[in-house]
């Protein structure tokens, strides 16, 4: 079991800037790749991005590309999201998950940050 601790949420005006950060704890051995999902007032959760934990490969949905980056510092097992440009659109809770080896979807998840981005 994985256990999943995100922060960093908040209040920002539209062109501010946020990092948000995911503490891992457990069985971080068993991680391959964790990602950001967020999940908006009436809408699924969706990907934002993605890293695999042992490559460092990354990938993003394409509304924050060139705005958001993940990165990780496998020392501290931990994973950021520093989301630069927001627009009212990123308002929404910001949810980290972790996906284990020989799992084919992410089923660790943090508890969720909320960021609210105003105009």
């Known amino acids: 079991q994985v256990q999943l601790v995100d922060s960093g949420g908040g209040l920002v005006q539209t062109g501010g800037s946020l990092r948000l950060s995911c503490a891992a704890s457990?069985?971080?051995?068993?991680?391959?790749?964790m990602a950001w999902f967020r999940q908006a007032p009436g809408k699924e959760r969706v990907s934002v991005a993605t890293?695999?934990?042992?490559?460092?490969?990354?990938s993003y949905a394409d509304s924050v590309k060139g705005r958001f980056a993940i990165s990780r510092a496998s020392a501290k097992n931990t994973v950021y999201l520093q989301m630069n440009s927001l627009k009212s659109e990123d308002t929404a809770v910001y949810f980290c998950?972790?996906?284990?080896?020989?799992?084919?979807?992410?089923?660790?998840w943090g508890q969720g940050t909320q960021v609210t981005v105003s105009s």
């Open positions: 998950a972790a996906r284990n080896s020989g799992q084919g979807r992410y089923s660790n």
């Open positions: 457990g069985r971080t051995a068993d991680i391959v790749s």
């Open positions: 890293i695999g934990w042992f490559t460092g490969i990354t």
